[in-house]
Structure formats: C-alpha cells, structure tokens
C-alpha cells in the first residue's frame, strides 16, 4: 500500500469515527440515550452495525466521543505550545482545566447528559485514559531523549488525577436526589487534584533542562 493510499484510508476511518460519535450524540440528545440502539446509530452514520463494532464498543462510548474529541490531541498541544519559561507544571496543569471545563461545540446540555446518566458517567470517566499517550509525547518532547519514561509515568499519573477530579464532579448527591448537577467547581477540583503532582512535574522539568546535565541523568 502506497503512502497515498495509507493517507486516504485513515482520513476515511476517520471521518467515519465523526459520523458515527455524532449521530450517536444527535440520537441520544432527540430520544434520550435509553432508547438508541447500536443499529440506530449505525443506520443514521450510513454503515452497518459491524463497522460501528469496530470502532466503539458501546452506544455510550460513542455518545461520549462526540464530547470528548480531540481533547486530548488539544491538551498535549497546548502544553507543548506553552514558552519555555514555563514551568511544565503550569503548563499542564492549565491546559487541562482549560480542555477539561470547555463544554465544547455541544454545548452544556450534552455534558448534562452525560454525567446524570450512569453508564454514560462510567464511559465519560473512563475516557481520561485516553489522554496518556499524546500528553505523554508532549511532555516527553519537553524533556528530551532521556526524560522517555519519566514522560509517560507523569502523564499517567495526571491522567489518574483527573479521573479523580471527573469521580468527585459527577458523584451523585443525595440532595439531589442521586441526580448529578454539573456545577461551576470542575476546575477548582481539577487544580486540587493535579496539585500534589506540581512538584514532580517541575522537577522533572528543571533535571531535564538543565545546561549540565549528563547523559545519565
């Protein structure tokens, strides 16, 4: 397979992730995601059910992709596009409150959605793990050749603090009835629980950068 042919097979693929993500998200937001199926959104992306099967496994899954796109590939490039002078700690932790707070093209009543619904929460959620390889690369492009693995046990580690941050934001309340509001407290719960990780990422930053440094180091 040529180059060429490689480049319009996956831009293919893609644009039949986006059409499948969003009649998935068009359906759940008319009927309500209980009463969507997998043929439905097949039949409304113009595939059948066996090529949704290879790209998502769930209805909730899909939902949840159309809100979550490309975040991640948006943190990792804001990191990256950060001046030097900033610190790395900064850097990340700014650029997920800011993707992770955005309700994005959607629009709140999507997120709304999506986080009263238990099983979409649960796919919502699970989705932070998505984040670890492109912010991984940015981080590791940040530090060099020999910050590889020191990259990706951080970008783990910011993934597991933003699941935690995501765990308290959509815990369902008794007040409400076991219902989830989303409130205005996503970003303060993100930057507590991305704080205990500042130090490390800075001193991965400053070992790193620093003019003297050894090959071992």
């Not at 949704?52 to 990256?80: G, L, M």
């Not at 970008?155 to 765990?167: D, G, I, K, T």
Request: hydrophobic share 45%.
């Amino acid at each position: 397979m040529t180059t060429r042919q490689a480049g319009l097979r996956e831009r293919k693929k893609q644009a039949t992730r986006v059409a499948l993500r969003e009649a998935a998200l068009r359906l759940a937001l008319e009927r309500g995601p209980d009463d969507v199926r997998v043929d439905d959104i097949a039949e409304a992306a113009g595939v059948s059910p066996r090529t949704y099967n290879n790209y998502f496994s769930s209805r909730e899954q899909a939902i949840v992709a159309a809100v979550t796109a490309e975040r991640e590939a948006r943190v990792a490039a804001a990191v990256t596009a950060r001046p030097a002078g900033t610190g790395l700690a900064e850097a990340v932790i700014d650029a997920i409150v800011e993707h992770y707070t955005d309700p994005g093209e959607h629009g709140r009543d999507a997120l709304l959605m999506i986080t009263t619904r238990p099983a979409l929460r649960e796919a919502f959620i699970g989705a932070t793990t998505a984040i670890e390889r492109p912010l991984a690369e940015a981080i590791h492009e940040r530090l060099g050749e020999t910050g590889r693995h020191t990259a990706r046990v951080l970008a783990a580690s910011v993934a597991a603090a933003v699941r935690v941050a995501l765990e308290d934001w959509v815990r369902p309340g008794s007040a409400s009835g076991g219902l989830v509001v989303v409130s205005g407290s996503l970003p303060d719960l993100l930057r507590g629980a991305l704080a205990p990780l500042a130090p490390a990422l800075d001193a991965a930053d400053q070992r790193h950068t620093r003019p003297d440094r050894s090959p071992a180091s």
